[in-house]
């Protein structure tokens, strides 16, 4: 939970994890303090919040379910034995039902 006790901020962790709570006040007057780490902070957002966002996007637009769980086999191969088929469903953005038939063709 966030130090200001917001209410729509959550982690579930689908196994054991370490959580790491940061106080955000302190965490911006770092930027402020050490350039390089603000850099490094605008690099990582634009990596993972804008251009990762966008291949996401263009996946679920363009690509069928198909091609999306077989990227994410490729990707993600190191998990898919640990979490639950419907959280795979979830984030590919299909039913877990839809993934199911996936992967009964796919095993044929």
Do not use: C
Not at 54 to 77: G, H, N, P
Request: glycine residues 0%; proline residues 3%; negative net charge.
């Amino acid at each position: 939970m966030l130090k200001d006790n917001n209410p729509d901020s959550s982690v579930q962790a689908l196994e054991d994890s370490i959580v790491i709570n940061i106080d955000y006040k302190r965490y911006r007057a770092l930027f402020y303090k050490y350039e390089d780490l603000k850099l490094f902070h605008i690099l990582y957002l634009e990596k993972h919040w804008v251009i990762q966002k966008d291949e996401i996007a263009y996946s679920l637009v363009l690509e069928d379910a198909k091609t999306r769980y077989e990227r994410f086999l490729d990707e993600f191969s190191n998990i898919i034995t640990r979490i639950p088929l419907y959280h795979v469903a979830l984030f590919l953005g299909i039913s877990p039902t839809h993934l199911s038939r996936i992967r009964k063709d796919m095993e044929l």
